[in-house]
């Protein structure tokens, strides 16, 4: 067996490419981190634009649960523009919902949920006409995924 001696060029060189890796691991690491740390923002922005929305609700004197329910007839003016606002509201945010979700910064089962709040949306017959209104300013992805849910308003 001929052994050959390693020279210290050949050493440091080694060492320079295993700091390299190491390096590349790292920043690796730090990148997932900081992406983990841009969803958990996104999440918290989401819950504040909600309990933001709710105390809108409270402060009007307005109980959001009319939104479901079934006999509009029922609801004064007050209650049908709360109702109008909040579907104006929720929709930008159910797009951007989605472009969060094309982007991979909300996994499908968050998505999904998703998907069930704009459909109560859509449902929400005492402004079915703000989605039509919008519909064009809408991504055609995002149009397609609003039309594929059930909506029971055109019935």
């Known amino acids: 067996m001929n052994m050959k001696k390693v020279g210290w ?6 060492l320079g490419m295993l700091s390299v890796l190491a390096g590349l691991v790292f920043v690796g690491l730090e990148l ?9 923002a996104q999440q918290q922005s989401r819950a504040q634009m909600s309990v933001d929305g709710a105390y809108a609700w409270l402060e009007a004197g307005i109980d959001p649960a009319i939104m ?10 007050e209650e049908i523009l709360a109702i109008r606002n909040e579907v104006n509201a929720w929709l930008y945010i159910y797009e951007s919902d989605y472009e ?10 968050i998505w999904d949920s998703k998907k069930k709040g ?30 594929s849910l059930s909506n029971s308003c055109g019935e």
């Open 9 to 14: 060029n050949t050493w440091i060189q080694l």
């Open 32 to 40: 997932r981190q900081s992406q983990q740390i841009a969803i958990g």
């Open 68 to 77: 479901y329910k079934t006999n509009m007839t029922e609801l004064t003016q």
């Open 100 to 109: 969060q979700y094309q982007l991979g910064l909300m996994n499908e089962e």
């Open 118 to 147: 704009l459909e109560m949306l859509l449902n929400a017959c005492v402004a079915s006409d703000i989605y039509e209104l919008r519909y064009q300013a809408f991504s055609s992805e995002f149009r397609a995924v609003a039309d």
